[in-house]
């Protein structure tokens, strides 16, 4: 078993760890660079588990990244594609749900496309969520060089 970031192979304990906090193969170091985001960011434990489907898909994603106003989950910036981890539809409010909106609609306006992704889609379809989101992100990148 090895660290999906850096290769390194783990003990028995660090994966052990690493796979209870996030159920993905960590080093202690790069465990311990999310355990960091998550007590700066307040990062969903999902964003990490798609930020790493998404580096074991052979893309390279941005966990935590600053768009000058806020601090997108996950981020492709190249193609302008912000993904935000949503908590399930049915506990919105219909205010928090209008904010989603407006947000969406103003980084849109920015020339970024932000997905809303639930966090069950992720806990129990995350090889599916992966295939889209490379599918979406092909898609972007097609549409770029269009123009
Ligand atoms: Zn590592």
Redesign the pocket.
Known sequence: MN?I??K?ELSYLDHKKAMESYGVE??S??KGLMDKLIRQNNTPIEAIKLYYGLKQAGVHPMLEWWDGKKSVDIAFSRVKLNIEIDMEYQMLTHEQAMNDLEETMHSFQNGFTTLRIPKSLIKHYLNETVTNILGIKEGLRANIKAI
């Open positions: 660290c970031d850096c390194k960590l080093c170091k790069h």
